[in-house]
């Protein structure tokens, strides 16, 4: 759920324009309006899960909203608050963890910066490159990592 950004988000010393929230769910495009409203310097608010391949490319200023609290997000047309925090886990079967197969000791070799996830997913949005493409090109670029990963 993406909660709405207000008029008081954030102090400004200019007037603010009336925002309006935008649920947008593409994982492997580009929020709408983004990267032309940074590469024409016009002023945008968006509310973006952290990574995003065009934070590399254009400049934005995180705004902090109020801290994620039980029920603050339970009605969507009053979102108040940030997303919650929440971690990652890499969860196998423990028939394959038991297995002694060689994939799961690559399971948990493995490590995804929020920057290499940014470099996949801005050859697949910008570049136009199938995700098989996207990460074979990763893969030629990042080979320390991957043996890493495979010894």
């Known amino acids: 759920m993406t909660p ?3 008029p008081t988000t954030q102090p400004r010393e200019e007037p603010r324009p009336q ?9 492997t495009g ?3 309006g983004l990267p032309a409203s940074g590469a024409e310097q016009d002023p945008a608010d968006r ?3 952290r990574a995003q391949w065009f934070i590399a490319e254009v400049p934005l200023v995180k705004v902090n909203l109020p801290a994620h609290t039980p029920g603050c997000d339970a009605d969507a047309a009053k979102v108040a608050c940030d997303y919650p925090k929440y971690e990652l886990n890499k969860v196998v079967s423990t028939k394959f963890a038991n297995s002694g197969s060689p994939a799961y000791s690559l399971v948990k070799r493995f490590t995804w910066t929020n920057q290499d996830q ?5 050859y697949i949005a910008k570049d136009n490159m199938s995700p098989d493409s996207a990460a074979q090109k990763w893969i030629d670029a990042n080979s320390d990592k991957v ?3 495979l010894k």
């Open 4 to 6: 709405p950004l207000s």
């Open 19 to 27: 925002l309006q929230s935008c649920v947008c769910g593409q994982r």
């Open 30 to 32: 580009a929020h709408p």
């Open 47 to 49: 509310l973006l899960l």
């Open 118 to 122: 940014d470099t996949v997913a801005g």
């Open 147 to 149: 043996a890493a990963w």
